[in-house]
Nanobody, 130 residues
Framework: QGELVESGGGLVQPGGSLRLSCKVSRFTLAYYAIGWFRQAPGKEREGVSSISISSRNTWYADSVKGRFTISRDNARNTGYLQMNSLNVEDTAIYYC???????????????????????WGQGTQVTVSS
């Protein structure tokens, strides 16, 4: 289906920051909710953050609350995840996912679970190490 490309991952020291981007093409992001997920070696893929079409509703996993900020720029067909105060436990492959939302109240609907998303990027590696 639609193309999703994550970027912005890399190696960062503990306490540092990274800004991940999710650029989509071949469809209009303004009709899709966005989720960020991550998977560390030997662990299940877990939800990190989600944002509704309107940006009025957001969700964060407890482990990143207060440190990460999700946002979107529908005009640029791009979603973002600003990650501050990174620690070694944040090391993982980070995936962007989107799902088209239709029906009443679609602008504010906020899916947060992996199975609710049907378009996925290839992932970008985030490594936090000194």
């Amino acid at each position: 289906q639609g193309e999703l490309v994550e970027s912005g991952g890399g190696l960062v020291q503990p306490g540092g920051s990274l800004r991940l981007s999710c650029k989509v093409s071949r469809f209009t992001l303004a009709y899709y909710a966005i989720g960020w997920f991550r998977q560390a070696p030997g662990k299940e893929r877990e939800g990190v953050s989600s944002i509704s079409i309107s940006s009025r509703n957001t969700w964060y996993a407890d482990s990143v609350k207060g440190r990460f900020t999700i946002s979107r720029d529908n005009a640029r067909n791009t979603g973002y995840l600003q990650m501050n105060s990174l620690n070694v436990e944040d090391t993982a492959i980070y995936y962007c996912a989107v799902v088209k939302i239709e029906g009443p109240d679609s602008d504010d609907y906020l899916p947060t679970l992996r199975y609710q998303y049907d378009h996925w990027g290839q992932g970008t590696q985030v490594t936090v190490s000194s």
